[in-house]
């Protein structure tokens, strides 16, 4: 199983960024996906998920509304689209799946929001 993470980088409060999460390795269309964050000194949190079809979605209250959950099952990738960023989304962002009794993650991809 191998997930790689791109799309972090430095935005200025307001602004949005699109996160890619790339699967490999494993049947991705039949798993559902998450992404979590991690921010320093902070554990680590559940920011959204999705189910294998994409016919259910979750998403922790901090960005309900302002985060969206996404995939494309014939790329085998998942989005988060961040819009309405906030200094308080500020931390890696990690791609997740569960599969036979055991999680996997990326290496994550960081999102500074700042001016």
């Known amino acids: 199983v191998q997930l790689v993470e791109s799309g972090g980088g430095l935005v200025q409060p307001g602004g949005s960024l699109r996160l890619s999460c790339a699967a490999s390795g494993f049947p991705f269309s039949n798993y559902a996906m998450s992404w979590y964050r991690q921010a320093p000194k902070k554990a680590r949190e559940l920011v959204a998920s999705i189910t294998r079809a994409a016919d259910s979605t979750d998403y922790a209250d901090s960005v309900k509304g302002r985060f969206t959950i996404s995939r494309d099952n014939a790329k085998n990738t998942v989005y988060l689209q961040m819009n309405s960023l906030k200094p308080e989304d500020t931390a890696l962002y990690l791609c997740?799946?569960?599969?036979?009794?055991?999680?996997?993650w990326g290496q994550g991809t960081q999102v500074t929001v700042s001016t």
């Open positions: 997740n799946t569960f599969r036979r009794g055991d999680n996997y």
